[in-house]
């Protein structure tokens, strides 16, 4: 039996990157847990002090990676170190501001993967602060036309970021990320979120990259959940495993959201959304 190998995307929040990293070892067999922490060029120097303080570790590697361009990237990175140095069963991608409070949470992903082997597999992801769940997302992906209007919508608002600024602001204040299906049956075959994915064999065994391809933000979980339709790979949403997304006190809240930032994560969006369309084109002409 192979090893579970966790990557932890961590950028400037030490505070959270640490007490992910906490309850992963509280986590029932501990003797088959890896971890990658990727850090996505912290300015602060979190990377420098994580990268130290894991040094003697043999089960933890540091990758304090030059620049920060993004999640896709940087979660490939990590996930490229682990298939490379351990080989593992199942890899776990997740937010730096996830807990993992089950204590049989390995036992539970090779359980269902016996029962019901998987590509990936979702689970009920809780934000305990806004109480929401966030797990699973919908059943069908974006079409065409709604993302065309994504990027259009998105496009006019930054021509005119100015005017639209206040109305942005509050919207981003309260934007809540809740699940667009009900987070306690099975799902199968549904898009599920991102803050924490599980990887088995069956999908990273013949793919160069976890996610390809490639956004600086948004949109991974589209793109990963049309690869698997394309491919049939299966996803599925199990709400017996279960894990807490502390995104209501991390450390950039939506409150402390400038001018810029609002600006930074529209254009992502855009960005995100012409790469998923020229990717749904691409499986469009293949099939």
């Not at 993992?100 to 390995?106: D, G, H, R």
């Amino acid at each position: 039996m192979g090893c579970i190998g966790f990557v932890i995307l961590h950028y400037n929040g030490i505070d959270d990157t640490e007490k992910c990293i906490q309850s992963i070892r509280q986590l029932e067999g501990q003797q088959e847990i890896r971890i990658v922490i990727v850090d996505n060029a912290s300015p602060n120097g979190t990377g420098r002090q994580l990268a130290h303080r894991y040094a003697e570790d043999e089960t933890v590697k540091v990758l304090c990676r030059k620049v920060n361009d993004g999640f896709s990237r940087g979660n490939n990175a990590g996930c490229a170190y682990a298939v490379t140095e351990w080989n593992p069963d199942f890899l776990i991608v997740a937010n730096n501001d996830v807990i993992f409070s089950q204590k049989e949470f390995m036992g539970l992903i090779r359980e269902t993967y016996k029962r019901e082997p998987f590509a990936v597999l979702g689970p009920d992801i809780y934000d305990p602060v806004r109480k929401i769940h966030q797990s699973p997302i919908s059943e069908t992906l974006p079409d065409a036309g709604q993302v065309r209007r994504t990027i259009f919508l998105n496009r006019l608002v930054l021509w005119f970021y100015p005017i639209f600024y206040p109305l942005m602001k509050r919207y981003y204040r309260n934007l809540e990320v809740k699940a667009g299906l009900s987070h306690d049956r099975d799902w199968d075959d549904v898009c599920v979120m991102g803050a924490c994915l599980i990887f088995s064999r069956d999908y990273f065994k013949d793919r160069d990259k976890i996610f390809e391809p490639e956004t600086r933000f948004y949109y991974e979980e589209n793109i990963m959940t049309l690869w698997c339709r394309q491919h049939r790979q299966r996803v599925l949403y199990r709400p017996a495993l279960q894990i807490l997304h502390m995104e209501g006190r991390a450390t950039e809240t939506v409150d402390a959201d400038d001018r810029k930032k609002i600006r930074f994560r529209m254009q992502n969006i855009v960005d995100a959304a012409v790469v998923y369309r020229d990717y749904m084109r691409e499986m469009k002409d293949r099939s």
